[in-house]
């Protein structure tokens, strides 16, 4: 089963807060885990990205956490600010090939 | 340099139509890829090209959809007989490598909306 499953749908949180948004997969052929950032009217642009041999990676502000055996991975923002609001998505690669399966978007807005 | 390159950025069409949608590349880049967004949702794949020939279509809706990259560069999405449900904006990335795990560079998209 191709799917990657994020939540939640949108969130709001309050400047110098964190954000966490959450996914997770089926197939265990998925081997990389990228994270896209699109604001309105533009293409979605790559903030940081994972592999399942690492639980963690971190930069600057931001940080995938990776749990393989739950099959589960999560983007934190840490000291959110309103420049970060847009909408996140998760993505997963499909055994080295070209094919990204993304999930269906957190619209996340951080308040002043 | 130039990013992604994709006209036009909005395109309105009857239904029955026929479009084309453009995609020119980073230059250099030998992978480029077609995903299709509907609203509210994540970027749905359709094709991805790596040099002049298509290594995956299996995203490809039905037959009404086609793309061709005849020289390796400049990539057109072609839609026959365009239906209501076709609606969205259509995107374009390219990637230097070719494998899904080298940066993938997004155009703006072209809205596709089909009266």
């Known amino acids: 089963q191709q799917q990657v499953k994020q939540s939640p749908q949108s969130l709001i949180v309050q400047k110098g807060g964190i954000s966490i948004i959450n996914c997770a997969y089926e197939?265990?052929?998925?081997?990389?885990f990228p994270w896209y950032q699109q604001f309105p009217g533009k293409g979605p642009a790559l903030l940081i990205a994972?592999?399942?041999?690492?639980s963690e990676k971190k930069e600057g502000r931001f940080t995938i956490s990776f749990n393989k055996s739950a099959k589960q991975f999560s983007l934190h923002i840490m000291d959110s600010q309103p420049g970060d609001s847009a909408t996140y998505f998760c993505?997963?690669?499909?055994?080295?090939?070209?094919?990204?399966?993304f999930g269906q978007g957190t619209e996340l807005s951080v308040k002043p | 340099g130039a990013g992604v390159s994709q006209t036009p950025s909005n395109k309105v069409t009857e239904k029955g139509k026929y479009v084309e949608l453009r995609c020119d590349p980073i230059?250099?880049?030998?992978?480029l890829y077609w995903y299709r967004q509907s609203l509210g949702q994540g970027p749905e794949f359709l094709i991805y090209?790596?040099?002049?020939?298509?290594?995956?279509d299996s995203g490809l809706p039905n037959d009404r959809f086609f793309a061709v990259r005849p020289e390796g560069s400049v990539s057109t999405l072609k839609i026959q007989r365009t239906e209501r449900g076709d609606s969205a904006v259509y995107l374009c990335?390219?990637?230097?490598?070719?494998?899904?795990?080298?940066?993938?560079?997004f155009g703006n998209g072209t809205r596709l909306t089909v009266t």
């Open positions: 230059s250099g880049h030998t992978a």
């Open positions: 990335a390219s990637s230097a490598l070719g494998q899904g795990n080298s940066p993938l560079h």
């Open positions: 197939n265990t052929a998925f081997d990389y």
């Open positions: 993505a997963a690669l499909y055994n080295q090939g070209g094919k990204l399966i």
């Open positions: 090209f790596q040099g002049t020939g298509a290594a995956d």
């Open positions: 994972i592999r399942p041999d690492v």
